[in-house]
C-alpha cells in the first residue's frame, strides 16, 4: 500500500498567529536563530491500489475540495519516497 | 535563509479521531481508495545563518522539547529541499 502525503500550508500573506505563537515562545525556552516559523497540517494518506497519475489527480482534487481551504491555503501533494523506499526493500 | 521542516505525527498506536473523521467523509464523498488517513502538523522554520549539524540538532532538541509531545508523537526534522534547490538558482 502506497502513501501519499498532503501538506497544507496557510498562504504566505495570511496571518498565521499558531506559528508566531511558537516563535516567540522559542526564545524563551532558550532557542535562538529562528527568524519565522508557520504551523500547517500534514495529512498521510493510505491508498489503495497504484498511485499513478490518475490516482494522484483525484487526490489532488480531494485535496483542493476538501482537505484545504484554497482561499487561504496551500497544499503540496507528493508521493512518500520513504514509503516506497521501504517497499523496495530496506525497511 | 534556509528553511527546516519538522513533521509531527501521531504515533501509529495512538488513535487518531481527526485522520478517521477524514477517512470516513472520503467515500460520502465521492472520493474511494484511500485506506486510512492520519492527521498531523507541519512547522516550517526559517532559520538564520547555516543549517549545519549543530543548528540541526538544535532543531531536534526544539521538536523534541516542545514541538512534539514525545509520549504520544513521532516527529522527523529535515532540511526543506525545495528551499534549498530555489536558492541554488531554479526558483
Redesign the interface.
Given at each position: 500500500?502506497a502513501r501519499v502525503v498532503v501538506?497544507?500550508?496557510l498562504k504566505p500573506e495570511i496571518l498565521d498567529p499558531q506559528?508566531q505563537a511558537?516563535q516567540r515562545?522559542?526564545p524563551r525556552?532558550g532557542?535562538d536563530?529562528?527568524?519565522?516559523?508557520?504551523?500547517?497540517?500534514?495529512?498521510?494518506?493510505?491508498?489503495?491500489?497504484p498511485v499513478d497519475e490518475a490516482?494522484l489527480a483525484?487526490i489532488h482534487?480531494?485535496a483542493e475540495?476538501?482537505?484545504a481551504n484554497t482561499v487561504i491555503e496551500d497544499f503540496v501533494v507528493r508521493v512518500d519516497e520513504e514509503s516506497a523506499a521501504g517497499k523496495a526493500g530496506a525497511k
Open positions: 500500500m501538506d497544507v500550508m506559528g511558537v515562545a522559542l525556552l532557542f536563530g529562528i527568524a519565522d516559523v508557520r504551523q500547517g497540517k500534514r495529512f498521510e494518506l493510505e491508498v489503495d491500489g490516482a483525484r482534487e480531494m475540495t476538501f482537505l
